[in-house]
């Protein structure tokens, strides 16, 4: 992807997330100097298949399993240390070298123990289909002005009346869900005391680094979590994460301008998943739903919860095109619709004899559409060991075909299974 006029790249998923952005991202970073996560927290979980090992990575970017690469979490990413940490250990213990090559804004917030314990006691984050892992109550508290930053760290007496502040108001949100718990300032700043030193070591201008990276003609990765179908504003509201997922979110999450930013790559999957509740057009019937999830190993890296599957929309995928000004699809997966017989592609939605072909704001009018398909004989081969475009059997390649066109959008990849190597480059 990268060449003279594409130095940065932002990388996104443009249908409900577990697109496979861990693996392109840990393929683009091959050649790569810099890689920066912009959006999200722990609760975003790429897997990254090496050799026979696979590692699950949730908030540390992928680049870092490239020697060489510098990796940054951006400030619209809400930090839990902790976790943070947890990761860093596990993967200096493989053999990674993680010290000095991971960086952290000091403008990023940080997702403290109430948070969690917010999000746990929360019927509305359950409802909601939340990973309960204190995201969604740490970004309200920043958008609150109430959150605590990791420069806040910095100063003891500052972030002392900011954690009695933000344990106040999450006890009064217990005691309004009827919770007989309770969080304990005392306990948060503790914990804090203790990973101050180790955090503050990793924290700076994040902006400002990548800003000075780009003025050196560095490559640069901006690496996306979740997917578009998941922003705050674009996604499928309210069934959505709280942060902006899409390409315009990197700028902000990082600390740089938009047109500093050279070009956008979508992961799509060959289908479509998506995890919780919320809107899924596509969806398969029940039988079908465990056949493919079965194929394509559908279950959350992060909680292993089973993923709802459908067929591929271009409905969703177009709009992912327009709201990130996507300059390139990746299409992963494709090797999972190997033995199927026929697959359908879905290229507009009929509502009361019309058809729709622009994703609505409104989900409610998601209800009363049925989905259009163009149904494609299976090519029943399987294509794990295609290099090349012309590697792929006929089917695969008409199939791909009306993808791109349908998403009005070049295929610039197609993956073909979890390894590395497992990767078909169509430029
Ligand atoms: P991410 O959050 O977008 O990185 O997605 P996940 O890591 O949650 O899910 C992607 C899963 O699909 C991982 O288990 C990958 O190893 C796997 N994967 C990625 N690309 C392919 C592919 O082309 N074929 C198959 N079979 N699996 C893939």
């Keep these: 992807m990268f060449d003279s006029s594409i130095r940065t790249l932002v990388v996104v998923g443009a249908q409900w997330g577990d697109e496979g952005k861990g693996k392109l991202v840990d393929v683009l970073a091959e050649g790569c100097d810099w890689v920066v996560r912009y959006q999200g927290g722990a609760n975003a979980g790429h897997t990254v298949q090496i050799g026979e090992e696979s590692t699950v990575l949730h908030q540390v970017p992928s680049g870092i399993l490239h020697p060489g690469v510098h990796c940054a979490i951006g400030n619209g990413v809400v930090l839990d240390v902790e976790s943070l940490f947890a990761e860093i250990d596990a993967l200096t213990q493989s053999g990674v070298v993680v010290d000095g090559r991971l960086h952290v804004s000091d403008r990023a917030n940080l997702v403290l123990p109430y948070h969690k314990l917010v999000d746990k006691e929360s019927a509305a984050s359950r409802a909601i289909g939340t990973t309960g892992r204190g995201i969604g109550p740490a970004y309200e508290d920043k958008v609150a002005r109430r959150g605590v930053r990791v420069l806040d760290v910095r100063h003891p007496a500052r972030l002392r009346s900011l954690v009695e502040a933000g344990t106040m108001h999450a006890n009064r949100i217990l ?92 992961v799509v999957k060959a289908y479509t998943t998506r995890v919780g509740a919320g809107p899924l057009p596509t969806e398969f019937d029940e039988a079908m739903s465990e056949h493919v999830r079965k194929l394509g190993n ?42 199927l017989d026929r697959i359908a592609l879905c290229t507009g939605y009929e509502i009361a004899g019309e058809v729709m072909e622009h994703f609505p704001g409104d989900i409610a009018v998601l209800d009363g559409i049925t989905p259009r398909y163009e149904w494609f004989d299976g090519w029943r081969t399987p294509t794990g060991g295609a290099r090349r475009v012309d590697d792929l059997p006929v089917n695969a390649r008409r199939y791909l075909d009306r993808v791109e066109e349908l998403c009005e959008c070049p295929i610039r990849y197609v993956s073909v299974g979890t390894r590395r190597d497992q990767i078909i480059g169509t430029g």
């Design 175 to 266: 005691e309004g869900f009827g919770s007989a718990k309770r969080a304990d300032a005392d306990y948060t700043l503790s914990a804090l005391a203790e990973i101050a030193p180790r955090l503050l070591a990793m924290s700076k201008d994040v902006g400002l680094t990548v800003h000075t990276a780009q003025k050196s003609g560095a490559t640069i990765l901006l690496e996306g979590a979740q997917g578009s179908l998941l922003d705050v504003d674009h996604g499928t509201y309210p069934f959505v994460t709280s942060s902006s997922t899409t390409a315009g979110g990197a700028a902000i999450g990082v600390g740089i301008g938009p047109r500093s930013i050279d070009a956008a790559l979508g």
């Design 298 to 339: 559908e279950f959350g890296a992060t909680t292993g919860r089973p993923r709802r599957c459908g067929w591929f929309d271009a409905v969703v995928v177009r709009y992912a095109v327009r709201v990130n000004g996507l300059t390139a699809l990746a299409v992963t997966k494709l090797d999972v619709l190997d033995t």
